[in-house]
């Protein structure tokens, strides 16, 4: 046996790190102080030869269990169930009709849906996954804790109930990391591409460039750029084409288009102003300044300097009186998801 397993049996060897972890965990969870006495008398003989036969038992259930989970961490589910919903799919080679509408979706292996093809992937216990028609769709990962695919067009419709960061979903231009949510991700033809979240939130990530799309938000992302900047849904169509000039238009027009954007906020736009903090710099950057604090005041703590010189302490400490929860909470996923070694 090798080193780790070794260790499994009689504490020997090598310890595998995450069979670490896992007793870290399971040992947190020992009762510490005696149990309470029962309110009655049982009056069992004793049988002194079944005590070391009960407890080599015990002993070898608790290993068993170490060593299942174990393995589960170590060895994860090859692939994600397939279930063909409208015309045919395409598994690899494989085509999905009506007398084979079942599959699996294995680890670098590709669903595509041309014509009117529609298809369903389970994400393990934590979701699901609609493939609209005209898309294609990898799995990258089946690791629990990093469940992942791969959007190269068309597009998905997600429904995850696990904690956030758990699921994410790489395509052309940015990283869609799920918060808990339900949303959908669209990959045009030449890689960019937009989400729209109808519960929960997203989190859109590409070198560094970050966006926090809440429910009713949507969030455009450009190849080689990355995440835009979140809006709602209901702003003017000036605002919207303003917002894109300002994320991927011309620099030139950039600051004409920043008034338009200014002008029209309102203190539900203040999400979108808080983001442009980061997207603007020189007088933009204290143009939006002065407006987020006109709709939105920032405590006291955050400072105009604080924020002209790019404070993340001082925009967190604003964000929390947006009224979209606390900034620590994303801070932890994001600092989690990072751990996994993504940070794409």
Not at 163 to 187: E, H, M, N, R
Not at 204 to 233: D, K, M, Q
Not at 285 to 304: G, I, Y
Not at 329 to 337: A, D, I, L, S, V
Request: proline share 6%; charged share 20%.
């Amino acid at each position: 046996m090798s080193g780790q397993d070794d260790y499994l049996w009689d504490r020997g060897g090598k310890i595998d790190p995450d069979l670490a972890r896992l007793e870290d965990l399971l040992g947190r969870a020992g009762q510490s102080d005696p149990p309470p006495p029962l309110n009655f008398a049982v009056n069992i003989p004793p049988q002194r030869g079944l005590i070391v036969p009960v407890m080599l038992l015990v002993a070898a259930s608790v290993v068993a269990l170490i060593g299942l989970t174990w393995w589960t961490v170590q060895h994860p589910a090859a692939g994600f169930a397939v279930t063909r919903t409208a015309g045919t799919p395409r598994l690899g080679s494989v085509d999905m009709t009506a007398a084979k509408s079942d599959g699996e979706l294995r680890i670098g292996g590709w669903l595509e849906t041309p014509g009117d093809a529609r298809a369903l992937v389970e994400i393990a216990n934590i979701g699901e996954v609609d493939v609209e028609p005209g898309s294609r769709i990898g799995l990258v990962s089946t690791t629990a804790g990093d469940y992942r695919l791969r959007l190269t067009r068309g597009t998905m419709h997600a429904l995850i109930w696990a904690p956030p960061g758990q699921f994410s979903v790489d395509t052309p231009s940015a990283t869609a990391i799920d918060l808990g949510c339900a949303y959908t991700l669209t990959v045009g033809d030449d890689g960019d591409g937009m989400v729209r979240v109808t519960s929960g939130w997203v989190g859109f990530e590409f070198n560094g460039r970050e966006s926090f799309i809440p429910s009713g938000a949507v969030c455009r992302t450009r190849r080689g750029l990355g995440p835009g900047t979140p809006h709602y849904t209901d702003t003017s169509e000036n605002f919207r084409a303003s917002l894109d000039v300002v994320d991927f238009g011309d620099p030139s027009l950039a600051g004409r288009a920043l008034d338009v954007v200014l002008a029209e906020a309102t203190v539900r736009d203040a999400v979108t102003l808080w983001h442009l903090l980061t997207r603007v710099g020189g007088v933009d950057r204290d143009r939006v300044f002065t407006r987020l604090a006109a709709l939105v005041p920032p405590p006291t703590s955050v400072t105009r300097a604080g924020i002209l010189s790019g404070r993340q302490e001082m925009r967190d400490a604003w964000w929390n009186q947006l009224g979209l929860d606390t900034a620590s909470w994303w801070r932890t996923w994001k600092q989690q998801w990072r751990d996994k070694g993504d940070g794409r």
